[in-house]
């Protein structure tokens, strides 16, 4: 029988991709990754309400379960670099170099301990294994697709998982599926918050390890329109949370741009040039399995998790990628990653560190 080691978040996505498992006959290994040790403000571990619902899965699959410690590698690997980001003035995602470093390589290394063949977890995408090249592949629920999150990741990191719900096409049969085992996660919320950290007040969290101070917000000709209360807080097309009034011309406000050695938010009332782009450099782009043999490559592409797809060409350079998009997209930061599919491929991605609208737009 086949071994596989499951990443057991006390999710119903992972518990249903164990449950899966186990009916096709693997020999599962439930693991759940224990990767922050703050507690919150009535003192109990973030990760412990997990925990009990890990446990109350696996004796529901009859499956074994155990427990790793890996914060000081998410603290020192990951952590750091997302808060190192923040200070920058920049939109940095912790999930994709968690996925990378964490996921996918310290939980991988850990279950070789179990002699497992496999590793498995419950993200919505797909692996096409071809000999030594293993593609990943969008999931078959494209409003859950999570291939944005692992385009960091490697063909050779790949060979070995499974990813138990590729060919769901709605997470409502997820829930389902759990329900009529008796699962406790069926109706669990879905985390949203920060990977492994969860959701919380995160201005206030975020106030705990970079010092913020209230500064000017001006608009786009150098008039002060408002007051921020730290400009690492806001992203660019920000609409919302700036407490500017309306006045003007009564059209929304939206932040345009951060200037962080001077502590100013910059923001227009109603759309304008800066709130778009239409090329960006990527200088590390990570091609997962496949890196295209012409100079210039026709894909889709997305800036954030659970975008649309938009059509644009890749262009090779001595110095990685450059992505020029068909049509303008808007509110792209610096420190986001751009990712790029052939088809049902993810080519793979990185991180956006220059952007730009051309005139002709």
């Not at 940095?92 to 002699?115: R, T």
């Not at 697709?145 to 050779?156: G, H, K, R, V």
């Not at 959701?199 to 209230?214: Q, V």
Request: with cysteine.
């Amino acid at each position: 029988m086949r071994r596989v080691v499951v990443g057991l978040s006390g999710g119903v996505d992972s518990s249903v991709a164990a449950m899966l498992l186990k009916e096709q006959g693997y020999d599962v290994v439930g693991l759940f990754m224990k990767n922050w040790n703050e507690t919150e403000n009535n003192g109990e571990c973030t990760a412990v309400d997990d925990f009990r619902d890990v446990r109350r899965v696996a004796d529901a699959l009859d499956i074994p379960y155990y427990v790793v410690d890996f914060s000081k590698e998410y603290y020192e690997k990951v952590f750091k670099l997302f808060i190192d980001e923040y200070k920058k003035g920049r939109t940095p995602n912790p999930d994709v170099l968690c996925n990378k470093v964490i996921k996918f390589d310290a939980f991988a290394e850990y279950a070789n301990q179990f002699d497992a063949e496999f590793i498995a977890t419950g993200h919505y995408a797909g692996v096409r294994h071809e000999e030594n090249i293993h593609h990943l592949l969008q999931s078959a629920d494209a409003n859950k697709d999570q291939t944005y999150f692992l385009n960091q990741l490697s063909s050779a990191q790949l060979s070995n998982v499974l990813f138990p719900l590729s060919d769901i096409s709605d997470k409502s049969k997820v829930r389902q599926m759990a329900e009529a085992k008796g699962l406790i996660t069926a109706n669990k919320k879905d985390s949203t918050g920060i990977c492994f950290i969860g959701e919380r007040n995160f201005r206030k969290f975020l106030s705990e390890y970079i010092p913020m101070k209230d500064g000017s917000i001006l608009d786009l000709s150098g008039k002060r329109v408002g007051t921020h209360h730290g400009v690492y807080y806001y992203t660019i097309g920000q609409r919302h949370g700036l407490g500017i009034g309306g006045g003007g011309t009564l059209e929304p406000w939206f932040v345009v741009d951060k200037d962080v050695k001077n502590n100013i938010l910059y923001v227009n009332q109603g759309e304008c040039r800066e709130l778009y782009a239409d090329m960006v450099e990527v200088p590390e782009f990570n091609f997962i399995s496949i890196v295209p043999e012409k100079q210039e490559t026709r894909v889709k592409c997305r800036i954030r998790h659970r975008q649309p797809l938009f059509d644009a060409t890749l262009v090779k350079t001595e110095n990685g990628v450059h992505l020029y998009f068909d049509k303008p997209v808007r509110g792209v930061a610096l420190g986001q990653y751009a990712v790029c599919y052939l088809n049902e491929i993810c080519l793979g991605g990185g991180v956006i560190e220059k952007k730009c609208l051309s005139e002709k737009n």
